[in-house]
């Protein structure tokens, strides 16, 4: 080896040494200012749930309120210090936190906690300490994520409060739920960018928020946005109890044409006008897999709308409409020729495959539940479970109904048979649904 490449190649190893030593010297730099980090804020952890001011019962019962309305503070508050203690120094356990004040009045209905000066602190140190779990100890690996917060009142000086923890927040739910607050507010303004900003938020829930409709519809477009930009899609919106008196046909379509994975619109006093809205939309087969219809005004007319929507639809996976207590036996026969007619195997085949209906499950509204077909993800497995049903069900005297076999091919019969007896995932059939001429 010459003398000039002995040299050049001494250069470069030097070279790799004293980068490998930099990366070291930096990797030393970033973990000590992490431990440093983490000491600053357990110690402002620590010294803020010793120094923080104490709120006693009397407070509140001098405020006027009553005796269960100061128990129940006292156990928000606790909540409060169990939570922000746990996210500053990561030993939550958990990676969902609900702050929630319980009180009810004698009708059942929640009771929202006023808002008070007194607990900005607890505010604050809530949003600070949600930033530092996101920052250092949110894993990654949390299947689900959530924070929220129900039946307290959030006006604007808590939303500037809360707003850029929730932009920084490593969490797919997020939860604002009857926090009711007077007309002036920032909620939907937070939402929209908390949803355009923070891409591990999946998840936005208002229950019990009532908002105008150039609201709602700034949260619908911010979705619909988020979604046809971004990799990193909006799955579900709840707006439970959100409108009073249903929901005008505009408003409605702009909520259904989010572009969400599922929706919950329950408790929103929908009824007649409001099927035929979602019925046409259902119908166009778009992308939505679950529609939480609970808690609303429909009949039995409503509901041979919706199941008549499913002939053609084969994306919606779940629809609920538990707790219409106009439905009768009437409503569940609707649906239940949609997802399963018995007429023939031929109409049998042609059913909806891929919805499970909840609402008629026993010992709700009516006896016999229907929650039970279209069970698997797998929409051959659901068909060939329907048909083997029909076969077996079908005739009183023997095992099989031969006489609803007449126009399957004979050398098809085993496969039939087999695959329609053993419809699961673990058996592995490789019967393709074409060879099922029926």
């Known amino acids: 080896m010459q003398a000039g490449e002995k040299n050049e190649l001494e250069e470069r190893h030097n070279q790799v040494v004293a980068e490998r030593e930099r990366e070291k010297i930096a990797t030393e730099e970033r973990h000590n200012q992490l431990v440093r980090d983490l000491k600053e804020s357990y110690s402002d952890a620590l010294e803020w749930l010793y120094s923080v001011e ?33 996210l500053r120094m990561g030993t939550t356990g958990s990676s969902v936190w609900f702050l929630v004040f319980r009180l009810q009045d004698e009708e059942g209905n929640h009771i929202t906690a006023d808002h008070d000066d007194v607990l ?11 930033i530092h779990w996101s920052k250092y100890h949110a894993t990654g ?3 689900i994520s959530m924070v929220s917060f129900f039946n307290v009142e959030t006006p604007d000086a808590v939303l500037d409060i809360l707003r850029p923890a929730l932009k920084q927040a490593k ?19 937070i939402i929209e960018d908390v949803i355009q900003t923070n891409h591990k938020v999946m998840h936005v829930s208002l229950g019990g928020n009532i908002l105008s409709n150039e609201e709602f519809q700034t949260i619908c477009n911010a979705i ?36 969400t994975v599922a929706i919950w619109l329950a408790g929103n006093g929908l009824s007649s006008r409001e099927a035929m809205i979602i019925a046409e939309f259902l119908n166009s087969n778009p992308t939505l897999a679950r529609l939480n219809l609970r808690d609303n005004r429909f009949y039995d007319a409503d509901a041979a709308v919706l199941a008549n929507s499913l002939s053609s639809n084969t ?10 207590t106009a439905m009768t036996a009437d409503g569940r026969l609707s649906i239940l020729r949609v997802i399963f007619d018995v007429s023939g195997l031929a109409s049998c085949a042609a ?17 016999q539940g229907i929650s039970s077909l279209n069970f698997y993800t797998n929409v051959v497995f659901n068909k060939l479970e329907k048909i083997f049903a029909m076969l077996a069900l079908s005739e009183e005297h023997s095992f099989i109904n031969t006489a609803l076999l007449s126009g399957v091919p004979a050398s098809l019969m085993p496969k039939l048979l087999y695959s329609a007896n053993y419809p699961s995932p673990e058996k592995q059939l490789y019967i393709q649904e074409s060879q099922i001429c029926i």
Request: glycine fraction near 6%; charge should be negative.
């Open 54 to 86: 104490t709120i006693s019962r009397d407070y509140w019962l001098d405020k006027g309120h009553t005796e269960e309305y100061a128990d129940e503070m006292e156990i928000l508050l606790d909540s409060f210090i169990r939570i922000i203690k746990g």
């Open 120 to 130: 900005m602190p607890y505010w604050t140190e809530f949003a600070n300490a949600l």
């Open 141 to 143: 690996r949390e299947r």
């Open 171 to 189: 969490v797919n739910y997020v939860g604002l739920e009857n926090n009711s607050t007077p007309q002036t507010w920032k909620l939907a303004e």
């Open 224 to 259: 619909r946005r988020r979604n046809a930009e971004q990799s990193s899609a909006m799955q579900c919106i709840t707006l439970k109890k959100c409108f009073a008196d249903g929901i005008n046909t505009d408003m409605l379509k702009k909520i259904l044409s989010c572009n």
């Open 315 to 324: 994306n919606l996976r779940s629809l609920d409409v538990s707790g219409n």
């Open 351 to 367: 059913s909806n495959q891929s919805c499970r209906v909840f609402g008629f499950e026993q010992g709700h509204q009516l006896e």
